[in-house]
């Protein structure tokens, strides 16, 4: 069954450091979102991107959160200048078609700033 | 109004027991009422999903009652099994803003 992967499980970073998250979502999906998640606390929208493009953003997506979809295969999450209430797990997900809500999650990443 | 409010926050059910979550929404524009499952260190996996146009699914031992008057939503696992042990979240979106608003989760504990 075809599903959503991401790299790395876990990323360690230090304050201010530039990191990049990365995810391959299904092949023949075309929306592409990201999700976080503090420790214990509920799943939050990031972002959603379709046609190269951001489609909405969160007020949490500030000027330190870039997405991109470098090739026809990855999408990536950048995180410019970390801080500490970064840390949390980051969930990529992408569905085939927009406004039905079926989207598939990645395992995610935990990233951890120190 | 973004807010999808769920309960309980944790829950204890013997095997073979009926597991209920309930969850409550405010805006009525939101059309797709689903849920999500997450074990430990794994991302959230759909379940079983409604639109506010029946009153109820049932996926094999999985069923979301609905009552759109009451604006609320509730998911029932029948015979609960310790596999079902996991953090469940209800979530809600709209047909045209697809960003899905998850609850705060509820942990499940099936005690074998």
């Known amino acids: 069954e075809p599903e959503v992967t991401q790299t790395p499980s876990h990323q360690v970073t230090q304050m201010g450091q530039e990191v990049i998250l990365r995810c391959v979502p299904i092949s023949n999906h075309l929306y592409f979102y990201w999700y976080r998640q503090i420790l214990g606390q509920k799943v939050e929208f990031l972002v959603s991107?379709?046609?190269?493009?951001?489609?909405?953003k969160s007020e949490i997506f500030d000027d330190q959160f870039s997405v991109e979809r470098p090739d026809g295969s990855n999408f990536t999450l950048k995180i410019r200048s970390t801080k500490l209430e970064d840390s949390a797990m980051y969930f990529c997900a992408s569905s085939r078609l927009a406004g039905v809500g079926e989207q598939y999650f990645g395992p995610g990443t935990r990233l951890t700033v120190t | 109004q973004q807010q999808v409010k769920q309960s309980p926050q944790s829950l204890i059910v013997q095997k073979g027991g009926i597991s209920i979550i309930n969850c409550a929404y405010e805006n009525t524009a939101f059309d797709y009422f689903p849920w999500y499952q997450q074990f430990p260190g794994k991302g959230p996996a759909l379940l079983i999903a409604i639109r506010p146009d029946v009153s109820e699914k049932k996926e094999g031992r999985f069923t979301i009652s609905f009552n759109k008057s009451a604006k609320q939503f509730s998911l029932h696992i029948m015979d609960s099994q310790p596999g079902d042990s996991a953090t469940y979240f209800c979530?809600?979106?709209?047909?045209?803003?697809?960003?899905?608003?998850f609850g705060k989760g509820t942990r499940l504990h099936i005690l074998p």
């Open positions: 991107f379709y046609n190269n493009e951001i489609s909405e």
């Open positions: 979530a809600a979106s709209r047909g045209r803003d697809d960003k899905i608003i």
